[in-house]
């Protein structure tokens, strides 16, 4: 067997004090081929010798360490390369068969070997923004006009480019040309929904969506929910609201862990493995079903609880704002008294992406409860995000340092999008205007970063499109119906707040009345939702 070491300096040391190459392993539970590599090629006697006597063998986690997959992943995984002593990339490759293995092993690792490789280069300047009119083009094109969705051959989600559709739908801004119907109804009905027990699978092999790859993911689920629910709700489509309650329903069957005991609270498990065996099955005859990781993994259960807090608004469900918030109770405890969010039990802690993804769930907390503990845990956890992972040509670098290629800060598009979504609501919720700035800041960075993703960069548009906007709060006190009426209103410049008790009467505020208001104005409070709803429109011009 292969004595693994886990990724850190430790590991790195070794390698310089004994003249040995870093054997870095990336997979993941969920994934079909690392289990194959992991059956076939790492039990190989020579593969072992070879490990045994020449590397360091280093085992990586993608989910556990999505930073480390970030920079060293060739291409999909399992991943596997040769490293020098300082991290650098000798080779590397995808999945690799036992014989091909042993072969590349030997290649690299001859007795008296040595490397001569350029370091990596810094992280190069940002190219210049291309705008939201560039980025609307590249979507365009990028859409299958015959089957929906984005993208040629393999078709993923892309939630961030349908919320922009979605986003500027509602806004009125032409164009949109049924790109989100086809592509959420392709979604709804082809391959990437289970029929059979509920959930999206991550992504289809065929451009038709026909052929799933069978692995479920917490992270796609989330944004699933969160996207379905809002456009059901925006349409009233029945389907749509349909795949909502059915992911909901997987999610809490399959994936949710008790964490102190049953009956005690909880959080979503990661993901369930692919096993095409199984789903190509009868559902009477699949026996055991696919393994779930348990991992509680703190930025995808922070996405989950805007999911299931505007399925509750929206479908008058206490029961999953209820589960919301056990979610947003086990994420506090990962909360460090420096403010970082630690990412997984004994793993990496401030990873930019859980920082804000994390915050954001806080915050719809806040907004569906009026608590402002959640208020005040969010601004601890994006304080330090933009104090100690500021970068100085702005917005945010993704990780603290680490070694090999961590030491190389890097700026993240979709670290500092979802940084820049966070600290928009929290400015827009709070009138604070120096969390605007930051979230402007992040956006741009985004955007910058996000040149080299394509169409991909949809999402960071959407967010850089929220800030040019006016921005409306409608603040309710001891108003449900109301409250649950606003919040699952699928406008993306409207925030609805429960208040707190002071908070209310400092305002002025009756009982099961709204006030709507801007950063710089306020409409007359109301108790009918319609005369709330003109005021809104009033106030967004």
């Known amino acids: 067997m292969i004595a693994w070491e886990p990724w850190g300096d430790a590991a790195f040391a070794r390698a310089k004090a004994e003249g040995k190459p870093v054997l870095l392993h990336i997979g993941a539970t969920w994934c079909h081929w690392c289990h194959v590599m992991d059956e076939g090629s790492y039990p190989h006697p020579a593969v072992i010798r070879l490990v045994s006597e020449r590397f360091v063998p280093v085992r990586v986690d993608t989910d556990q360490r999505p930073e480390i997959n970030e920079r060293y992943n060739m291409g999909g995984w399992p991943t596997v390369a040769v490293l020098d002593a300082e991290g650098e990339v000798l080779v590397g490759r995808t999945y690799v068969p036992a014989v091909e293995l042993a072969m590349l092993l030997s290649s690299v690792s001859e007795p008296g070997q040595r490397w001569s490789i350029a370091p990596s280069s810094p ?3 940002p190219e210049p923004s291309p705008g939201p009119d560039v980025l609307w083009d590249r979507v365009k094109k990028a859409f299958d006009r015959y089957h929906g969705g984005f993208g040629d051959y393999q078709k993923f989600p892309h939630v961030g480019i349908c919320e922009w559709l979605l986003d500027r739908r509602l806004r009125g801004v032409d164009g949109e040309d049924g790109m989100l119907a086809k592509t959420l109804d392709a979604m709804a009905d082809g391959g990437l929904w289970d029929q059979e027990e509920g959930g999206f699978f991550r992504y289809s092999t ?6 799933p790859h069978y692995e479920k993911m917490l992270e796609d689920n989330a944004r699933l929910i969160r996207l379905y629910t809002r456009a059901a709700t925006a349409f009233g489509n029945p389907t749509w609201r349909a795949r909502a309650e059915g992911a909901v ?7 949710w862990q ?6 005690a609270g909880g959080a979503f498990g990661g993901s369930q493995d692919a096993d095409e065996a199984y789903y190509e099955r009868p559902l009477p005859e699949r026996g055991e079903a696919p393994r779930v990781d348990p991992t509680v993994y703190s930025g995808w259960n922070g996405l989950m609880v805007p999911a299931l807090i505007r399925a509750a ?12 918030r056990q979610v947003g109770e086990a994420l506090l405890a990962r909360l460090e008294e420096d403010g970082r969010i630690v990412r997984a039990p004994g793993g990496v802690a401030g990873l930019l992406c859980d920082q804000a993804e994390v915050a954001e769930g806080w915050l719809h907390l806040w907004q569906h409860s009026g608590e402002p503990r959640w208020r005040d845990a ?3 956890a994006l304080t330090w995000a933009r104090d100690a992972l500021h970068a100085p040509d702005g917005g945010c670098f993704d990780a603290p340092v680490g070694p090999g290629l961590l030491r190389q800060r890097r700026r993240s598009m979709v670290g500092n999008t979802a940084f820049a979504e966070a600290c928009w609501r929290l400015g827009v919720l709070t009138g604070n205007r120096d969390w605007l700035t930051t979230a402007s800041a992040a956006a741009d960075t985004a955007l910058a970063e996000g040149e080299a ?3 991909m960069a949809a999402n960071a548009c959407a967010v850089r499109e929220r800030l040019d906007r006016p921005a409306v709060t409608v603040k309710v006190w001891r108003g449900r119906p109301l409250l649950n009426a606003l919040l699952s209103d699928a406008h993306a410049d409207v925030l609805a707040l429960a208040l707190d008790a002071s908070e209310a009467d400092r305002l002025g505020l009756q009982e099961g009345h709204a006030m709507a208001c801007t950063l710089s104005a306020c409409a007359r409070p109301s108790g009918d939702l319609a005369e709330v709803r003109r005021s809104i429109r009033g106030l967004l011009g």
């Open 123 to 125: 992280e190069p300047p």
């Open 206 to 211: 065929q451009d038709d969506w026909s052929v």
């Open 249 to 255: 329903r997987w999610a809490v069957a399959t994936i």
């Open 258 to 263: 008790d964490t102190a005991g049953p009956g």
């Open 313 to 324: 608004a929206a479908w008058d469900r206490p029961g999953l704002a209820g589960l919301a």
């Open 378 to 380: 969010a601004v601890r």
């Open 453 to 455: 993703w394509g169409f």
